[in-house]
């Protein structure tokens, strides 16, 4: 896999039957290496080792329904008292980050109403607060520490 704009990390991976698997610290088992599962490891461990997120309060592909449609975020963030806090939408190092992409975050968090959106393809990453009011939204310069995040 190629080296992303993110620091490097330690990834236990291993080959069954010609296919690549990465172990997931936080479903606990071996998830299949693609290239979206890389980018989304890495910013795992980002949140974690950088950023000081709680790794208990970051659930990883989960799935859920809006309206007749079945959706699957990459990585939601939750605060202390489990609420929503960041929702986040991984691509794969090749993929551009354009438009498409933050209006499938945008309505992946119609559901969820995290005040915070983080969209990275691996090599360009876009962290916002969204002000879930006016639904008007501001970049930040940074993915801010948790801490930071959950005094907002």
């Known amino acids: 896999m190629e080296p992303l704009n993110l620091p490097t990390y330690f990834f236990r991976i291993k080959e069954d039957r010609g296919k690549k698997y990465i172990f997931d610290e936080i479903r606990r088992r071996f998830v299949l290496l693609t290239p979206e599962e890389w ?20 659930s990883v592909e989960k799935g859920f329904k809006q ?41 992946y968090n119609h559901k969820h109403k995290a005040a915070y959106m983080l969209i990275t393809n691996g090599m360009k990453h876009y962290c916002c607060f969204i002000d879930l009011t006016s639904k008007k939204f501001s970049f930040l310069q940074d993915v801010p520490e948790f801490d930071q995040l959950n005094a907002s």
């Not at 980018?39 to 970051?58: G, S, W, Y």
């Not at 691509?91 to 499938?104: L, P, R, S, T, Y």
Request: one cysteine or more.
């Open 39 to 58: 980018v989304r490891q890495h910013m795992v461990n980002f949140l974690v080792r950088e950023k000081k997120f709680p790794m208990q309060l970051i």
């Open 67 to 107: 309206n007749r449609n079945r959706m699957r975020y990459d990585l939601l963030v939750y605060d202390r008292k489990g609420k929503p806090l960041m929702i986040i939408e991984c691509k794969a190092a090749g993929v551009e980050i354009n438009q498409h992409v933050f209006d499938q975050a945008g309505r």
